[in-house]
């Protein structure tokens, strides 16, 4: 649904100052239908790189797809057009304060010079839609911030579009409304099947809703893939930063003192095995000791869940020979699961 490929943007340089790389090496691919999110911290390049989506930016190079519509070579006009088609929502909802609800999700379709009655036969399913029908006439000042980020919603829905993005759309809100709005959003993508590209700094928004997630920093996507993949087995630092508050993978830190990174006297090594979707619930732990007859000392489990599959991790002591260790190790991997030296639990008195 959208392509971008090898994008760089680069700002010109402001008050003597250098350029800014705001984006460098881009390359993504979303398909259709998905929930795509984007990660990473201020600065990092996510808005300019959503804005390059429906040219709100336009990029310094490369190529930027929607709907098999190459974008970079509209005329203004044609850009115009294509931009009916895909949506956007806001931090800061951007709504008219003094435009009604109903007005402001009509406005796009009034400037479309849509006639009346066929303006009331759009607005009002999309009221009902995002649970707003009964504050049809209120004004942005009496309304809530997730009521306010409703209205957003459908007025970004008012023109029927097949992308919707979202540009820290929950950020000004509190948990609770932010949820609800996740689960609209989420239910907006089944429902009509859109395809939304979200970004975010926030590593809950993007375990809640979205399919596939990119990871950015210095105007460069670091890491990308399936949301369940990238927390199961995270590569980069900035990638375990963001995932490890949400997903429990390390290691409680009264045991993390007996851990060292290399083999000692009556060291034994700690593995991290990790579980992935229906494998989670397989007795893999007990097949290894009753086939190698080797002991394992539990120091650490969780099963938590992304994207609705259980997904666990359990740290353990191996009680035996390299051997031993290695055998196990072997049959983890034949059973398709995660497994990773941590490191050597050094007798608890070393
Ligand atoms: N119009 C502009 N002119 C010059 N530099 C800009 C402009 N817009 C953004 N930048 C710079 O480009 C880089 C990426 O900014 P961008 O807003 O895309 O990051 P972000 O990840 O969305 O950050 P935040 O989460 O704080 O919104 C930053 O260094 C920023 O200062």
């Not at 999700?105 to 759009?122: Q, W």
């Not at 990790?274 to 080797?294: C, D, H």
Request: proline fraction near 5%; include cysteine.
């Amino acid at each position: 649904m959208i392509t971008l490929t090898n994008i760089h943007k680069t700002y010109a340089a402001r008050g003597g100052g250098a350029p800014v790389h705001a984006l460098a090496d881009i390359d993504l691919s979303i398909g259709r239908g998905e929930v795509f999110g984007i990660i990473g911290r201020s600065g990092a390049g996510k808005s300019t790189l959503l804005r390059t989506v429906n040219l709100l930016e336009s990029p310094t190079s490369g190529s930027v797809t929607v709907d098999g519509v190459e974008m970079t070579t509209l005329s203004a006009a044609e850009l115009r057009q294509a931009r009916h088609s895909i949506g956007m929502i806001f931090q800061h909802f951007n709504l008219l304060s003094s435009r009604t609800v109903f007005d402001n999700v009509a406005l796009p379709l009034e400037l479309a010079g849509m006639a009346k009655a066929e303006i009331g036969r759009t607005v009002e399913p999309l009221l009902d839609l995002v649970g707003l029908a009964d504050k049809r006439n209120r004004y942005p000042a009496e309304l809530s911030g997730g009521q306010k980020q409703r209205v957003g919603i459908a007025r970004a829905l008012a023109s029927k579009p097949k992308v919707l993005l979202s540009d820290e759309a929950t950020s000004a809100l509190d948990p609770e409304t932010t949820t609800q709005i996740l689960h609209l959003l989420g239910d907006i993508n089944r429902r009509l099947g859109l395809t939304i590209v979200l970004i975010t700094h926030e590593i809950a928004v993007i375990k809640e809703i979205c399919h596939k997630v990119a990871v950015m920093e210095g105007g460069r996507v670091i890491e990308q893939g399936p949301v369940f993949d990238i927390f199961a087995h995270p590569r980069h630092p900035t990638t375990r930063s963001f995932v490890d508050p949400v997903i429990n993978r390390g290691i409680p830190d009264s045991l993390r003192d007996r851990l060292s990174p290399r083999p000692g006297a009556g060291s034994n090594p700690v593995l991290r095995i990790t579980f992935t979707g229906e494998k989670a619930t397989t007795p893999v732990i007990s097949a290894i000791s009753r086939q190698l007859n080797l002991d394992l000392n539990i120091w650490h489990g969780q099963i938590d869940e992304i994207q609705g599959a259980p997904f666990g991790t359990l740290v353990v002591e191996a009680l035996g020979d390299q051997a031993k260790v290695d055998a196990a190790m072997a049959l983890v991997k034949e059973n398709n699961l995660g497994v990773e030296v941590l490191g050597h639990a050094l007798p608890a008195n070393h």
